[in-house]
C-alpha cells in the first residue's frame, strides 16, 4: 500500500491529468498543482469577465487550489481579478515572471483579452491560459492566435469550450496546433516556449530612413543589392543572421523625405505593422505605446563649435616660449654677467671661452675645475635652449594654431554664431543648462532636413548640439585637415541612452540585449565605426574635407602660397640681426683689446 501510494504521488506530482476536459474546477485545479511542481512557480493570477465563468466554478477552483497543505499554491500568492477593475496597476510590479495566468473570456473577442494585455506588460511571454466559454470556428480559432501573437502572449495554452486545446508556433509563420490528448504532452512542453534561438526564415518588415551614422542605405559593389548599413544598422544585421531571421527591407518616407521621423517610426510600431524600428537613436523623450531595448550607450549631447580665431603665422616666432620661459631665461642671462662674468672670471677671459676674437689668450693652468663646469654648464644650456626652440618652432609650422574658446556659458553667449536646434532640442537644452533668456537669442529653429545637412556638412556658419557618439563619426571628415573647421565643447547637456525601439513585450527583446551585451563586451563599435565612415563616404553622404578642391574651394588656402614662408622670413631676418649685433659687439671688443697698453713689470731697485 505504501509504495502504490508513493507512485500515485509520484504521478501526480509529474505527470499531465488524465481526463481530456475541464468540465469540472477540480480537475483543473489538478492541472493548475502539477504543472506549479513542475514548473516551480511562485504566484497564480485568475482574471475573468462577465459571464465567462459561472462563480460555483470559481469558488470550486479556489477551494481546489487551497484544499490541503500539499498543494503547491497553499501558501503562494493569488490574485484576482475582474473587467471591471478600474486600476491601471502593472502585474509585473505585483509579480514576478514565475507567475501563471488565467483568463476566463466568454469568446474570442472579449475585451478582457486587451485589457489582459495592458495589466500584463512586461508579463505577456509567461505561462497564459486562455478559457474561452462559447464554441468556436477553426477560422475565429486562426484570428485568435494571430491576435495572441500581435499582443505577443507566446507561451499560450487556449482552451476551448472546457475540452478543445490548442497552442502555437509562430516560426517562420503562426500555425495553429491543436493538442489531441492533453495527457501525452510533457509537462514542460504544454506551454510554447517565450523564448526561441532559431526563428527558422520568420520574415520580419523592417522601415529604412536615412540618420547617418546610425542607419542608412548602402549598395553593395559586388551584388548591386540595396544593404542596410550604419552603426545601428550593421548590428541589426548580425542578430538577424544570428536568429536565421529574413528582413524585407522597404524605404520609408514622410511628406517625401527618408530622413530620420522618429514619431512615424513609433506610429508604425504602435500600429502592429512593424514591430522593430532598425535606428539606434539617442532617446530624448521616450514613448510609452512601445518598447527600448537595453542601451548599447548612454551619452550627454554638447555643442560643436566652428572655429575661425586663427592666430597669425607672423607671430608664431613667439610662440615656442611662454612668458615664464622668457623670465627664467633673461633671468639666467642676467646672473651669468653680473654673478659670473664679472666676479669669478677676469676681463677678457669669458670673451675668449666663447672664441671672440682679439680677446687674448687664457691661461687655462691658472683656471679652477668649478669655473671649467660652470663654462661647461652655460654653452650646454644655450645648445639646449636652442634646440627646444628650433624644435617647437618648425612644429608649429606644420599645423595651424587656434585660440579655442572657454568652455562656459558665457563665453558661448558671446560667440557670434547661432545654435541651430530642433524644436524637440530646445526643451532639453534649456532644462538643463537654464538660461532661457540667453539661449532663446541664440537658438534658430529649423526643420529635421535643413538640420541634418548642415551639420554633416560642417556648414560654419551656426553652432550645432551633437552627441559624443555622432561627433566621433562626423570628426573624422576633418581628421587631415591642418586648420579644423569645429571642435567639440565640453558644455554639455543630459545623459541619453542609444536604443532600439520594439514592439511591446516583444519576442525579439532577450535576443537583442543577449546580443547587445556581447558586442559590448567585444568593442565591435569602434571596429564598426571605420567600416560606416568607408561605406557613408563612398555613398555621398559625407565629405573629405583633406581633399586638395575642399581646400581650395572652402577654406582659400593654396599650400603653395607665400604666406607661408612668412615665419620663415621672419626667423631669418631674425638671426641676421642678431648675428649683425654679435659682429659689432666682437669687432668693439676686439679693437679694446688691441688699444690697451701692456703692463711693464719694474724693477723696484732700478
Known amino acids: 500500500m505504501y ?8 504521478l501526480s506530482r509529474y505527470q499531465i491529468v488524465a ?11 489538478l492541472f493548475l498543482d502539477r504543472i506549479g511542481r513542475v514548473h516551480r512557480l511562485h504566484a497564480i493570477t485568475i482574471v475573468n469577465s462577465l459571464g465567462s465563468v459561472d462563480p460555483s466554478y470559481l469558488d470550486d477552483l479556489h477551494r481546489g487550489l487551497m484544499c490541503n497543505s500539499s498543494n503547491h499554491f497553499y501558501m503562494l500568492p493569488q490574485m484576482t481579478a475582474t473587467d471591471k477593475d478600474s486600476s491601471h496597476v502593472h502585474f509585473s510590479s505585483l509579480q514576478d515572471e514565475e507567475t501563471i495566468y488565467l483568463v476566463f473570456a466568454r469568446d474570442s473577442k472579449d475585451a478582457v483579452i486587451y485589457l489582459q494585455a495592458e495589466r500584463a506588460r512586461g508579463r505577456r ?10 464554441q468556436e470556428s477553426q477560422k475565429d480559432i486562426k ?7 500581435k499582443l505577443q502572449f507566446r507561451s499560450a495554452l487556449v482552451v476551448v469550450a472546457a475540452r478543445n486545446f490548442y497552442q502555437m508556433d509562430p516560426y517562420p509563420t503562426v500555425r495553429v496546433i491543436r493538442m489531441r490528448r492533453l495527457s501525452s504532452y510533457d509537462p514542460h512542453h504544454v506551454f510554447p516556449p517565450a523564448n526561441r534561438k532559431n526563428f527558422r526564415g520568420y520574415r520580419m518588415r ?9 542607419t542608412f542605405w548602402y549598395k553593395n559593389r559586388r551584388t548591386k543589392a540595396w544593404e542596410l548599413a550604419g552603426l545601428g544598422g550593421i548590428l541589426i544585421n548580425q542578430l538577424m543572421m544570428h536568429l536565421n531571421v529574413t528582413m524585407d527591407l522597404f524605404r520609408f518616407e514622410v511628406n517625401g523625405s527618408s530622413l530620420l521621423n522618429m514619431a512615424a517610426l513609433t506610429d508604425l510600431i504602435v500600429k502592429g505593422k512593424v514591430e522593430l524600428s532598425p535606428h539606434l537613436y539617442d532617446t530624448l523623450q521616450s514613448n510609452t505605446s512601445v518598447d527600448y531595448s537595453y542601451p548599447t550607450q548612454v551619452a550627454p549631447r554638447c555643442f560643436m563649435i566652428p572655429l575661425d580665431n586663427e592666430i597669425s603665422r607672423s607671430l608664431y616666432v613667439f610662440l615656442p616660449f611662454s612668458l615664464t620661459m622668457w623670465l627664467c631665461l633673461l633671468f639666467v642671462l642676467l646672473v651669468v654677467h653680473f654673478v659670473y662674468v664679472r666676479r669669478l672670471i677676469p676681463d677678457g677671459h669669458f670673451w675668449a671661452i666663447l672664441g671672440v676674437p682679439g680677446a687674448g689668450q687664457v691661461r687655462y693652468g691658472n683656471r679652477k675645475p668649478v669655473r671649467r663646469f660652470s663654462t661647461f654648464l652655460i654653452l650646454f644650456g644655450i645648445f639646449i635652449l636652442g634646440q627646444t626652440y628650433s624644435t617647437k618652432l618648425t612644429s608649429s609650422l606644420t599645423v595651424t594654431l587656434i585660440r579655442r574658446p572657454d568652455n562656459s556659458l558665457e563665453e558661448l553667449f558671446l560667440l557670434p554664431y547661432r545654435i541651430l536646434v530642433l524644436p524637440t532640442d530646445v526643451y532639453a537644452i534649456v532644462d538643463s543648462l537654464g538660461h532661457a533668456e540667453q539661449f532663446s537669442t541664440k537658438f534658430s529653429c529649423t526643420d529635421a532636413e535643413n538640420f541634418s545637412q548642415k551639420r554633416i556638412s560642417m556648414h560654419p556658419e551656426y553652432i550645432y548640439p551633437i552627441s559624443t557618439i555622432r561627433w566621433r563619426f562626423f570628426d573624422m571628415q576633418q581628421r587631415f585637415l591642418r586648420k579644423k573647421r569645429f571642435y567639440f565643447s565640453k558644455i554639455c547637456h543630459g545623459s541619453f541612452p542609444y536604443q532600439y525601439q520594439l514592439r511591446v513585450d516583444s519576442h525579439l527583446k532577450d535576443a537583442l540585449h543577449r546580443f547587445l551585451l556581447h558586442v559590448q563586451q567585444a568593442g565591435l563599435h569602434d571596429l564598426w565605426l571605420d567600416t560606416c565612415y568607408r561605406k557613408a563616404h563612398r555613398m555621398g553622404y559625407l565629405k573629405d574635407f583633406s581633399t586638395l578642391a575642399e581646400l581650395e574651394e572652402k577654406l582659400r588656402l593654396r599650400p603653395l602660397a607665400l604666406n607661408l614662408l612668412v615665419p620663415a622670413f621672419s ?11 654679435a659682429f659689432l659687439v666682437e669687432i668693439r671688443h676686439s679693437f679694446g683689446c688691441r688699444q690697451k697698453p701692456p703692463s711693464i713689470n719694474r724693477n723696484p731697485g732700478d
Open 125 to 134: 511571454y509567461t505561462r497564459t491560459m486562455f478559457l474561452l466559454r462559447k
Open 19 to 29: 481526463t481530456e476536459n475541464f468540465d469540472r474546477a477540480f480537475e483543473l485545479a
Open 3 to 10: 509504495l502504490q501510494f508513493l507512485f500515485a504521488l509520484f
Open 206 to 214: 523592417l522601415p529604412v530612413q536615412q540618420d547617418v551614422p546610425n
Open 143 to 149: 484570428y485568435f492566435f494571430e491576435l495572441l501573437w
Open 571 to 581: 626667423l631669418f631676418l631674425c638671426g641676421m640681426l642678431g648675428s649683425g649685433i
